[in-house]
């Protein structure tokens, strides 16, 4: 009885979607000859498309359902079995072989692969120091943040106007890039320090087109719409370097950075700093009410998130050697929040993983290129669907004080 | 009340205007050390503008807050931020729970150490022996004040998980994490039953007895301010109608006029 409901609605789907598409797909009017063609195969193909794409999409509906009821008879157990992901991340035996696993082959990567590779591989690493940056602000602090690639414009420019003009060399620029960033970031934070949610989006929106159209046509500084060009790959101790070898060094180089952004996000996670960002992404209220300098830990947020921004830009200039304002799009803000959710708020790995998934499935799909778009927001409507919680959903550290473990010894 | 008492919170005509609207008239108020004092009054009374001027989230149209901090001198607490009067030794409670859900029962009372802990982005960064000192006393307080709202057993579960009776006890254990002298409590009984009522009711003597901790408490469950509190404020409509011991305030006219109604009494 469940089933013939269960077709029945399926096949009203179907014939739904034949009468929406029967215009497109079956009446095709030729005006040249005057005549109306009737494709009745489309029709047929729709009908069957719809059927199987709706059978699925209640299979999976119910699955959830039935996924969640039983989550809630599982937590009221006392011992809950975590699923693979969590024992992956959670295990040493599991996850160390794992670990040294994708070290090695991000190691060995680029003398095996060809540079067109490694290129791709120079810019999915950006994206995943960009999407570890924008997490400290979204993820841990809750700052929504519209206009994030202004920062990464930010770094990118100060190491194109410091190393075309004055001649200053990529690792002194690296530093002040991001320093440069986290000042834009405290400058635009103060103003907003007051605002929350949606009003926080519109803002940090405009001021992320805002600062696109100063480099458009602020000419005398920013070259305007022609962008700057001949910037310095980065030197080694004076090393002369082809195209090929200098982005197998910022590939390494890459590499580096993202371990650096790994390990400060995680310690400051679980720190002072840590707990007061989650604290202000909770409950603003309660959080200055219980003594944390609200002003202090949002600009704090700010300017950090904001000086990954600034670092990899200035890789980002160095790595294209010419950079314009299109750069700098809106498109790049939206891409890179979209990581941090799909990932899950605040959670590492996951941003980490949804970074490289974004970025390198399109470079790897080009057979597909004209429907890139149709499948990255059927992912996203997906993922909110069945995982609004993103792909790792964010696990808090547990802390042992001395106390407890004397009574699980006594207990055990 | 013994010789030593010293004032800890001192309001003197206090007023908060909300456009047009007078949501706390001229209210004075005192706590002094080692009290327990009650401020009721019927919904909408402006108890809660009062708690909320006090702990600097608006800030009053006239009046003053003075605080007295033990062996300190004397703080115009008037338009501070809130963060300010919570390390200057004032922590409060919310009416309606107001928990970091997506935090740990822990991390929630860690948060608490905030402003008693000086770790900043780099410390926290580079973890050196001042840091890893500092988070180990804030856990092992944590884990303290935790055992003291007997919650030890919930400590790793994440907040929004905790029955309501929990709750309220957490925020009263993260609200001790400040170390606070004067603890403003805004209806913690609420919703409880006659159960947890009493619990609380433990609790919060047991605050003041063993934490030396005052209290200020905003509560409509009768039995429970009548119990415990040494002094009653009672508010309506904005104004102090009534103040004096739990005896005087219920045989006060005024007041059971205020929580029956006009008549109420006369019959």
């Given at each position: 009885m469940a089933m013939i409901s269960y077709l029945k609605s399926c096949l009203i789907a179907a014939i739904w979607f034949v009468f929406l598409t029967f215009p497109l797909m079956v009446v095709k009017v030729n005006t040249l000859k005057n005549t109306v063609e009737w494709r009745w195969m489309n029709m047929l193909w729709v009908a069957i498309g719809a059927f199987i794409l709706s059978a699925v999409w209640r299979w999976a509906m119910e699955r959830r359902a039935r996924g969640a009821s039983q989550k809630e008879q599982e937590s009221s157990d006392s011992d809950k079995k975590p699923s693979l992901g969590e024992r992956l991340l959670e295990d040493p035996k599991l996850y160390r072989p794992l670990l040294g696993l994708v070290v090695a082959l991000a190691l060995l990567m680029p003398w095996v692969s060809e540079m067109y590779q490694v290129t791709i591989w120079v810019f999915a690493l950006i994206y995943v120091v960009l999407g570890l940056g924008l997490n400290i602000t979204v993820?841990?602090?809750?700052?929504?943040?519209?206009?994030?690639v202004a920062f990464f414009g930010v770094g990118a420019y100060t190491y194109a106007i410091l190393n075309t003009r004055f001649g200053l060399d990529f690792w002194i620029c690296l530093p002040i890039g991001g320093l440069t960033g986290a000042l834009v970031g405290v400058l635009l934070g103060f103003p907003i320090l007051r605002l929350r949610g949606d009003y926080l989006a519109i803002v940090t929106l405009g001021f992320g087109s805002i600062a696109k159209i100063v480099y458009e046509n602020w000419e005398g500084v920013f070259n305007g719409a022609r962008g700057i060009e001949k910037i310095a790959r980065p030197g080694f101790f004076g090393m002369e370097m082809d195209i090929s070898a200098a982005t197998t060094f910022t590939y390494y180089l890459m590499l580096v950075m993202v371990v650096f952004t790994i390990f400060v996000t995680n310690r400051l996670k679980d720190s002072r700093i840590g707990r007061a960002w989650m604290a202000l992404r909770e409950d603003e209220i309660a959080c200055v009410a219980m003594g944390v300098d609200m002003a202090r830990t949002k600009l704090g947020a700010y300017a950090l998130g904001a000086f990954w921004a600034g670092l990899v830009g200035v890789i980002f200039a160095s790595q294209t050697t010419y950079i314009n304002p299109a750069s700098f799009d809106f498109m790049l803000s939206a891409i890179v929040l979209s990581m941090v959710v799909l990932g899950g708020m605040g959670s590492i790995v996951g941003v980490v993983i949804a970074a490289l998934v974004l970025n390198l499935l399109p470079e790897y799909l080009r057979a597909f290129e004209d429907y890139r778009m149709l499948v990255f927001g059927a992912v996203m409507v997906l993922m909110m669907l069945f995982r609004p919680q993103g792909l790792v959903s964010n696990v808090r550290k547990t802390y042992t004080h001395s106390k407890k473990v004397h009574a699980e010894e006594a207990n055990g | 009340m013994a010789e030593n008492t010293q004032k800890l919170l001192e309001v003197r005509e206090l007023t908060m205007d909300f456009g047009g609207l007078r949501?706390?008239?001229?209210i004075t108020l005192e706590v002094c050390t080692g009290e327990i004092v009650a401020l009721i009054g019927p919904n909408g009374a402006g108890k809660t503008t009062f708690f909320n001027c006090v702990t600097g989230i608006y800030k009053p149209t006239r009046g003053e807050i003075l605080v007295h901090p033990p062996e300190q001198k004397t703080y115009k607490i008037n338009g501070f931020k809130p963060n300010r009067v919570t390390a200057m030794g004032l922590a409060r409670t919310f009416q309606n729970i107001r928990l970091f859900q997506n935090m740990t029962v822990l991390e929630n009372v860690m948060i608490g150490r905030h402003c008693r802990t000086t770790t900043n982005i780099l410390g926290a960064i580079l973890r050196g022996k001042n840091t890893n000192r500092q988070e180990r006393e804030t856990i092992e307080r944590s884990y303290e004040l935790l055992e003291k709202v007997g919650l030890v057993h919930f400590a790793d579960e994440f907040a929004k998980n905790l029955p309501y009776g929990a709750q309220r006890r957490l925020e009263i254990a993260r609200a001790m994490a400040t170390d606070p002298f004067l603890l403003l409590l805004d209806?913690?009984?609420?919703?409880?039953?006659p159960q947890e009522t009493k619990d609380l009711d433990e609790l919060i003597v047991r605050i003041k007895d063993t934490e030396n901790i005052s209290i200020l408490l905003i509560e409509h469950d009768m039995k429970l301010v009548m119990n415990i509190s040494e002094r009653i404020y009672v508010m309506e409509y904005g104004k102090k109608i009534a103040h004096g011991s739990p005896q005087e305030i219920r045989s006060n006219p005024k007041v059971i006029e205020a929580y029956l109604g006009e008549g109420g009494d006369d019959a």
């Open positions: 993820g841990l602090a809750g700052l929504l943040d519209l206009g994030y | 949501a706390v008239d001229s209806e913690p009984a609420a919703g409880m039953n």
